[in-house]
């Protein structure tokens, strides 16, 4: 079965600090990996995309990294910023039925306080 | 990129009525989405909304609770029909192009009263 997982669900850092969100994968076949960003109450949006061969890629504070063979990626945020609370999402398109269905995870909460 | 333009933003109905919400995208794209997000939850895909024939929904809804409409390559409604307490919820539109990038609109929250 298709599935992401995310871990951990809550996160709460002092801003400043440094942060690693983790997603585990099983959609097969592969394509590419996402991360989303999603403020309260605001549609999610794009941090990075990742194909089979990427292995790192960054966004500024954030940093995503790929492993294929082991089917896990993780999110890097560096310096957090107040700004940076949000739900981040790790997304997996599973081709299914003629076009790329969108396999979500259940995110992980990030708390950043002063 | 895409901007999606979802609206209404957010919305109070009274349980038995009906609220249709539109979908605008800047660019044709083949692909649009209707999902819905319950509190403190993942998006869930409601159905693929299809341009010039009937959408395509997942299990769990039905044509007749959310009706959709795709006129064109930029625009679609979804139709939540005769609510409950049940249905509230965020309501998000996505549109993308398969293999690239997914862009939302920033969401309809529905709650019913």
């Known amino acids: 079965k298709n599935q992401v997982e995310q871990s951990p669900q809550s996160l709460i850092i002092l801003e400043g600090k440094n942060c690693t969100l983790q997603?585990?994968?099983?959609?097969?076949?592969?394509?590419?990996l996402r991360w989303y960003k999603q403020d309260t109450g605001r549609g999610p949006v794009s941090l990075t995309i990742m194909t089979f061969s990427e292995n790192t890629k960054s966004n500024g504070r954030y940093t995503a990294t790929l492993d294929a063979d082991t089917k896990q990626s993780s999110l890097h945020i560096t310096a957090s910023q107040l700004s940076d609370s949000a739900s981040y999402i790790c997304v997996v398109p599973s081709f299914s039925g003629g076009y790329n269905k969108l396999i979500f995870g259940a995110g992980t909460r990030l708390a950043v306080h002063p | 990129s895409a901007v999606i333009s979802q609206k209404p933003s957010r919305d109070i109905c009274q349980r038995g009525t009906s609220l249709t919400i539109q979908c605008q995208v800047d660019?044709?794209?083949?692909?649009m989405f209707w999902y819905r997000q319950q509190p403190g939850q993942s998006l869930t895909l409601i159905a693929t909304?299809?341009?010039?024939?009937?959408?395509?929904?997942e299990s769990g809804f039905v044509i007749d609770k959310f009706p959709i409409s795709r006129p064109n390559l930029t625009f679609s409604t979804l139709t939540v029909s005769n609510m409950s307490p049940e249905d509230s919820s965020i309501y998000l539109c996505s549109a993308g192009q398969g293999t690239t990038e997914a862009f939302f609109g920033q969401g309809t929250r529905l709650t019913v009263v």
């Open positions: 660019s044709q794209v083949t692909m």
């Open positions: 909304a299809n341009q010039g024939s009937e959408a395509t929904y």
């Open positions: 997603c585990n994968y099983t959609v097969s076949p592969f394509s590419n």
